[in-house]
């Protein structure tokens, strides 16, 4: 189960929100920079889409849940997909290539590419599905300050 805590920096039709929060990731002390993480070059915060079902408002600090198998499932699909896409299209391209007379080598190549292809389009569908990113986007589950102050929160809510 990952749980983190965020804030609230503007609000979204449809009971979703926009939530800054700290990046967690493998770099260990890099994040004590205030500057970011000088290793990846990336910011230090990230700020993700939500659901939010407990009507949580802008500056609001909030705790936010996302299911261990919901991680594992989407780390699944982003990572295995392309792969399995790519072994099946370099497994298809040996047979493919002999019915049109070349050799093993390149039908393997160009059946892997092929391959490679059709499974980033499949995350790319997968990813687009309203069902499946609703199932799999992390949730508000708490509200654990109102309306804290920091220079993030955009005080204009687009819902009122």
Known sequence: MAEQIGIVIKTEPGNYAQVLADRKSSCGGCQSNP???????TSAKIESRVANP???H???LVKIHL???NLLTGAAILYLLPIIGMFLGA???VLVSTAFGLTQIIGSIGGAIAGLIVGYAAVITL?????IRQRMMPTITTIVA?????????KVSCCG
Not at 127 to 131: G, H, I, M, T, V
Not at 146 to 154: G, I, Q, R
């Open 35 to 41: 500057d970011g993480c000088l290793s990846c070059l």
């Open 54 to 56: 407990v009507n949580a």
């Open 58 to 60: 802008a500056g609001d």
């Open 67 to 69: 299911s261990s198998t």
């Open 91 to 93: 497994f298809a391209g």
């Open 127 to 131: 990813d687009r599905n309203p069902s």
């Open 146 to 154: 109102h309306n804290v102050s920091t220079p993030y929160v955009k």
